[in-house]
């Protein structure tokens, strides 16, 4: 990736850990965090586990936009080095973990990793989209927003044990793909971590969420 030194040079110069105290870029750190956790969980097989570390990664994703817009006293600079911050957690949180979420379930067998190569391409060029126009005129997603992926993908998980674990399989690598293709549609969907009542919402269901799949690990 090339950058163009004469924007950087526009910037003032702090130390690179500096930015961590920022209160939002602490909650994408804490995002990741359960990023790891939920990933090292698909890894195992612990999957209601993961299903925990993923929604939590959403809550955290949405609470440091809504803090961020709330809070007073941040640079350019912060908001900018917050907003790359925020995308690179974002692929993955949203490409890299539905992946081998995918993968796993099947046993990490070849005949899915187009199906998980196909989710992190579609995931990187709907990043890279938003990233580079932003919100549509009417202040719209074109493509549905990435993070729905892993809400869907958890509710989805919740009636895994209907199926037979080769069924499932299917099921959610055909319910991947059909995510990575409305990432990538030219549908306009609302922002909906934008509003506070829709981020209340969000953590009502992380609870419920935490909850239900948490009663399995007992």
Known sequence: MTTDSSDVEMLPQRAILSYI???????????????????????????????????WAVAFDWADGLIARRMSGRTGTDRQFGGQLDLLIDIVSYGVTP?????????FSPAFLPVAFIMLVFGAIRLSYFSTFGLSDDAKYTGLAIDNNSIILVFLFMFAGFFDQVVFSVILAVSGLCLAALNVSQIKTP?????????????????????IYGWTLL
Do not use: E, Q, R
């Open 191 to 211: 922002k909906l971590s934008g509003n506070p009542i829709n981020v209340v919402l969000l953590a009502v269901y992380t609870f419920i969420v935490t909850g």
């Open 99 to 107: 992946a081998i979420l995918v993968l796993s379930f099947a046993d």
């Open 21 to 55: 105290k920022d209160l939002p870029n602490l909650c994408s750190l804490a995002g990741l965090g359960c990023t790891l956790l939920a990933i090292y969980f698909i890894i195992v097989g612990v999957y209601a586990a993961a299903m925990i570390g993923m929604i």
